[in-house]
């Protein structure tokens, strides 16, 4: 077996970070979460201009969530 | 010039001893490859142990007994207290923690720093270890070839483990050859004059050697060997105590005065620490020969019960001070409290940290915070108005129609004294931090610096439109000024708004913040929309009022992007998330 094998394996026992894919793939699912709680919020909102805020800031996060 | 001689006299004497004594050849490689395997293990764990171990010491030290297990655990842990007390320098630099934090987990890491003393006398000498040493040696010089900065850690720390075994074996057998030829026990020296002596030799040896670990291991391995007795082997490991603190004190020389108060609380309860040993030296060591007693340590292991010196007296040193901690820290508050100067200088950037990645980021993060609220100062000033005016309003466009035009506000004397050497600072400091970081903590530093050239474009940018708001203020043409309270308006809200963002703990709360901000200050940028050309053909302002208007928009939009830009790069703390906002 060669040498660079064995770094590899205890590379990946110890060491494997999540590749950038699983990152990405995290982001959207909390970016998601966060969208449908805003929504909620809005349902929630206390008066017109509290929902404005809300209803602005679901739209940029739809447009980060268009980002990634 | 004086040190220079001493230490050719040192050179000198070393090689005599070294020419004269097969035995003594053999006792100071083995401290040689002791202190190289110290050196190897403390930067493996360093490497390994970076993240956790600072996440773990700035959330466990909330209180005095939580500061002191952590100072311990830490310290056992890395076995080295050099290391936890510069984390926690760093850290109370940041403000991350308090000092009596910071005293507590000091007092903790001198009980952990005691467990090398452990391992030498138990695994170093009860077991013949000098067979595993050699497999770990090979093993860690193997794993040093590896690619991965983790591995080479791994092989660091084994190799380290490895150096120290063979170094304890070479000591060891140095000393047992000595008996046959040289019996040191001749100088055993009892009383007052002992102890003086003893201390004296601790203090110097552990000075020479920079390690109270490889000072100790060294006694240890002379008592087990009979070649010293145990008193004066009690009064070694104090010299060996008192001696540690100087390393601590040189390096708080250059430090701030966090770091010089943090120096002599260490100095002052190793001190305590000598004192309660000299003075109940013998009740303490009858004290110690029963605990050894009780604990099943043999009568003739005296190895171990110097260990159990060591620990059983640091642990009394601090029940002793614990009382009085408060007081003391409220005491060291009162010290080294630095002088004003005109020119600012950097609070965080401590050069005792920069080869620790993560303390020399959240160093540098804090700083550039710094250059930022003295540039808004400056920004604020330059629109004529006075931030507690505005920030936090309730009602924002009239705190910014509350205009003072006597503040006279030079922005280039500002720049030179609050913003230019700061920004030099941290430019310096962080360029030669990103030398020992990885790539991922070099982007970090990379966006740090982005962030403080951005502040210092926006304040020239200030410079630039600071004499037209004075100019248009005073105008009678009320659209003109409308036009440029306007501008006020949103960099005032910009400011504000970041303000309000900093008390978030919500990164996306943070960067839905400011891009809505973003887009709202988009209005700036006149010249893609009607305003300003309804104005013009209304004749409503002429074409030179027209023509700065233009381009003061452009520089009033520039100060706002880049201020969101640095707001985003500083206080969004998920890394996916900042790089989201920072790709717009």
């Known amino acids: ?68 | 010039m004086l040190k220079k001689y001493y230490f050719h006299f040192f050179l000198l004497l070393l090689a005599l001893i070294l020419f004269y004594s097969h035995n003594f050849k053999i006792i100071i490689a083995g401290v040689a490859i002791f202190l190289i395997g110290m050196l190897s293990m403390k930067e493996g764990f360093k490497h390994l142990s970076g993240t956790v171990l600072e996440a773990y010491l700035q959330k466990s030290t909330d209180t005095l007994p939580k500061a002191i297990l952590s100072g311990f655990l830490a310290t056992t842990a890395v076995q080295g207290s050099t290391l936890i007390s510069i984390i926690v320098i760093s850290f109370l630099n940041a403000k991350l923690i308090t000092l009596l934090s910071a005293v507590g987990v000091i007092f903790g890491s001198n009980i952990g720093s005691t467990t090398t003393a452990w391992i030498v006398s138990t695994i170093g000498l009860e077991i013949d270890i000098a067979p595993y040493a050699m497999p770990m040696i090979i093993f860690g010089v193997v794993f040093g070839f590896s690619e991965n900065k983790n591995i080479q850690a791994i092989g660091k720390t084994i190799l380290g483990f490895g150096l120290i075994f063979l170094g304890i074996d070479y000591m060891k057998d140095g000393f047992e050859s000595m008996q046959n030829s040289f019996d040191l026990t001749k100088f055993k020296m009892d009383g007052l004059a002992g102890i003086f002596v003893y201390v004296m030799i601790g203090m110097i040896v552990t000075v020479i050697m920079r390690s109270s670990g490889a000072a100790m291991a060294l006694f240890i391995t002379a008592v087990a060997a009979n070649q010293i007795s145990f008193l004066n082997g009690i009064e070694l490991a104090i010299g060996a105590n008192i001696g540690t603190t100087t390393t601590a004190i040189i390096a708080s020389l250059g430090a701030n005065a966090n770091g010089k108060r943090v120096a002599l609380a260490h100095f002052s309860f190793n001190m305590l620490y000598a004192i309660i040993a000299i003075i109940f030296i013998y009740p303490f060591s009858d004290f110690v020969n029963f605990l050894a007693s009780k604990i099943g340590i043999d009568e003739s292991n005296y190895a171990m019960k110097l260990a159990l010196f060591d620990t059983t007296l640091n642990i009394v040193a601090v029940i002793f001070v614990y009382p009085f901690t408060n007081l003391f820290v409220k005491y060291l508050q009162t010290l080294f409290v630095d002088e004003k100067d005109e020119i600012e200088k950097p609070l965080y950037l401590d050069n005792i940290v920069i080869n620790i990645p993560n303390a020399a980021i959240e160093a540098i993060r804090k700083e550039v915070a710094h250059l930022y609220d003295n540039a808004i100062e400056v920004i604020a000033h330059s629109m004529f108005l006075h931030r507690h005016k505005f920030i936090k309003s309730a009602d924002l466009q009239s705190a910014v129609k509350d205009t003072d035009t006597t503040l006279n506000t030079d922005i280039n004397e500002f720049y030179t004294n609050k913003i230019k050497s700061l920004y030099g600072d941290i430019i310096h400091y962080a360029t030669l931090s990103q030398e020992h970081m990885s790539e991922n903590d070099q982007n970090r530093v990379y966006d740090l610096k982005l962030a403080s050239r951005e502040i210092v474009e926006a304040l020239k940018n200030m410079r630039d439109l600071q004499k037209n708001i004075f100019y248009y203020l005073k105008s009678k043409n009320s659209y003109i000024q409308e036009e440029y309270n306007n501008l006020r308006v949103y960099i005032a809200k910009t400011i504000d708004t970041i303000e309000k963002i900093k008390e978030h703990d919500d990164d996306f709360d943070v960067i839905s913040t400011i891009e809505l901000l973003k887009e709202s200050t988009k209005a700036l940028d006149n010249i893609k929309n009607s305003r300003i050309d309804t104005l013009i053909r209304e004749n409503k302002i002429d074409s030179k009022m027209a023509t700065s208007l233009i381009n003061d928009s452009a520089f009033a939009y520039d100060v706002t992007q880049k201020l969101l830009q640095v707001a985003t790069i500083l206080w969004i703390k998920d890394i996916n998330i900042r790089t989201l906002g920072v790709q717009t």
């Open chain 1, 1 to 68: 077996m060669k040498i660079s094998k064995v770094f590899k394996g205890i590379e990946k026992l110890f060491f494997s970070e999540a590749t950038d894919e699983k990152k990405q793939e995290k982001l959207r699912e909390k970016l998601l979460e966060k969208i449908e709680q805003t929504k909620e919020e809005i349902k929630n909102a206390g008066n017109d201009e509290e929902a404005q805020d809300l209803k602005a800031k679901l739209y940029i996060l739809k447009k980060l969530l268009e980002r990634v």
